[in-house]
């Protein structure tokens, strides 16, 4: 079980948090945007007690997205940071997915349309061999990757392509996929791939596209929380991933990142291409 914070820590904390209790309090300080390490603070005990009782010579601040506190975050041990990074993470999805749910389909339209024309302007200067791309989940009104897909078809017919198949376990594999592909939607929205034959495991990729819910400044990524990119990105190093995302999902605040995320080297919205430095 999580920690649980002293009352009057934090004012008006997002319901369902780490059962944050709040209080009425005058005095309001400015919003931190960071987690910071304890360790190796000057002035400040290594060895000390997690707000819950455990000692740790390694706690933490938590990492505030969108809510004030007083005087400085509370600190937590490793065991209860992880635990509420989930529920951040989780409460965060939500709040994107409603925004994008609520792009309409002009704008679904237009925003995909340029955010291809820059994709495909990077693809121009790149050379690859083998190309991951997502398909869009329509009804989630994700980024299309069909325009791009056509694109390397018709223009680069060496380059192999792959995405996702689901397999009969619920996991999921890649799969090449051409033009003649055919393909069965389920009621998720997924596009199932039929009759094709899965890349032989560890296939490096040269390409990756990265379908992403939102992303911050230091090009890590918010997805549905599957962690499935993270395990897949962390076998592919040596491959230029491109996230895809709508600018409503450019987060300012950090996102709380934990040792299993995997930063991208690129992010492209409708206004502009992000770069970044390689992690």
Known sequence: MPCELPQAILTSPPSGRLGFKSQPYQRKYPTQSRAFSLEGQEGLEPSTF??????????????????QILARPPLFCKRCYNAGMSTSKDDLREQLKKQR???SSQQVEEYS??????LTEILNKLSISAMHAY???????EIST??????????FPEVRTA???????????????????????????FWQPQNVKPFVRNTKFDL????????????????YG??????????????????????????KTPIPSEAHDFPLKTVITERKVYFYKSN
Do not use: M
């Open 208 to 223: 990756i596209i990265v379908p992403l819910l939102g992303f911050d400044d230091n090009g890590h990524r918010l997805g």
């Open 146 to 155: 069909w325009p791009l897909l056509k694109y390397v078809w018709q223009n």
């Open 226 to 251: 599957g962690g499935y990119y993270d395990r897949f990105l962390k076998t592919q190093e040596q491959a230029q991933t491109v996230g895809l995302c709508y600018e409503l999902g450019h987060l």
């Open 101 to 103: 749910i609520g792009l």
């Open 50 to 67: 997690c707000l819950r009782g455990r000692r740790s010579n390694q706690l933490s601040y938590w990492p505030i997205l969108n809510y």
């Open 113 to 118: 349309k340029s955010i291809n024309d820059q």
């Open 135 to 141: 398909l869009p989940i329509e009804k989630q009104n």
């Open 163 to 189: 995405t996702w198949q689901k397999t009969a376990d619920g996991q999921f594999q890649s799969v090449y996929i051409q033009p003649e592909t055919k393909y069965e939607i389920d009621k998720s929205g």
